[in-house]
C-alpha cells in the first residue's frame, strides 16, 4: 500500500496561513488523497479529499501537484481551534479496501497567538 | 443529532477480564469501524462493517471480536482482555467512501 509522509511538527501564528505537506510517491491512480485532524482528546473530524484537481470547502484548501506525488492543506487563517493533529490519509476507490483509512503519525500543528 | 456515541467513557480492567464497548449511530450510515489508539500513534482499524449484517478484519483484529447489531449499533468485544489493549478506542461511521464520523473515544487500562 502506498504511503504518506508528513513533517512531525509545524507552527504557525494565529491569522496567519497555514501549509501542511504531504509526500506520497508511491500513489496509484485510485488512491483519494484524505485529510483528517484531531483535536486533543477528540475523536478525527474529516476536513477535505480530493484526487486529481484541488479543492476547497469551508474548512481548508487542498492543492494536489500535477505528478500527484505530493500535496498540500491550506488553511487560510489559522486560529487556536486549529491546533490539532494533521493526517494525510490515502484512501483506495474500491475493492476490499472499502473504507478503510491507514492513520500514519500525523504532522502536529502548535499556533501562536 | 448526536452523531456517533460511545459508551463507556472510560473503562479500568484487570487482566483477564472481559468487556464490550458500545458504539451507536444516528446518522443512518451504512458502514461503521472501530479503531485503537495507542499514545503518540495514528489510529488502527481493528474491524470494520460495511453495511448491516457483514463485518471483517482490519489491521489488528487479534483479541477482539464485533457484532453489528443493526444498522445503528456495532459492539467490539474483548473475551479476555491483555494489557497491550490498553488504548483509546474510537468508533466510526460513514454513508458513502468519503468522510468518517468519530465518536469521542473510550480510554481502557488493562492493568
Known amino acids: 500500500d502506498a504511503k504518506t509522509t508528513q513533517p512531525n511538527s509545524m507552527e504557525s501564528n494565529e491569522e496567519e496561513p497555514v501549509h501542511l505537506p504531504c509526500n506520497h510517491s508511491?500513489?496509484?491512480?485510485?488512491?483519494?488523497i484524505h485529510w483528517y485532524r484531531q483535536l486533543p482528546s477528540q475523536g478525527p473530524e474529516y476536513v477535505i479529499h480530493g484526487l486529481t484537481s484541488n479543492v476547497n470547502n469551508r474548512m481548508a484548501s487542498l492543492a494536489i501537484a500535477e505528478d500527484r506525488k505530493s500535496s498540500t492543506l491550506i488553511l487560510h487563517r489559522a486560529t487556536l481551534r486549529d491546533a490539532a493533529v494533521y493526517y494525510c490519509?490515502?484512501?483506495?476507490?474500491?475493492?476490499?479496501?472499502?473504507?478503510?483509512?491507514?492513520f500514519g503519525q500525523g504532522t502536529i500543528l502548535t499556533v501562536h497567538p | 443529532n448526536a452523531g456517533v456515541t460511545q459508551t463507556p467513557k472510560f473503562q479500568v480492567l484487570k487482566t483477564g477480564q472481559s468487556m464490550t464497548l458500545q458504539c451507536a449511530q444516528d446518522m443512518n450510515h451504512n458502514s461503521m469501524y472501530w479503531y485503537r489508539q495507542d499514545p503518540g500513534m495514528g489510529l488502527r482499524l481493528i474491524y470494520y462493517s460495511a453495511s448491516e449484517g457483514t463485518t471483517d478484519k482490519g489491521e489488528v483484529p487479534n483479541g477482539y471480536n464485533v457484532s453489528r447489531l443493526n444498522k445503528r449499533e456495532f459492539s467490539l468485544r474483548l473475551e479476555s482482555a491483555a494489557p497491550s489493549q490498553t488504548s483509546v478506542y474510537f468508533c466510526?461511521?460513514?454513508?458513502?467512501?468519503?468522510?468518517?464520523?468519530f465518536g469521542p473515544g473510550t480510554r481502557l487500562t488493562v492493568t
Open positions: 490519509i490515502l484512501r483506495k476507490s474500491g475493492g476490499t479496501s472499502y473504507g478503510k483509512l491507514t
Open positions: 466510526a461511521s460513514s454513508h458513502t467512501r468519503w468522510e468518517q464520523y
Open positions: 508511491t500513489i496509484s491512480g485510485t488512491d483519494y
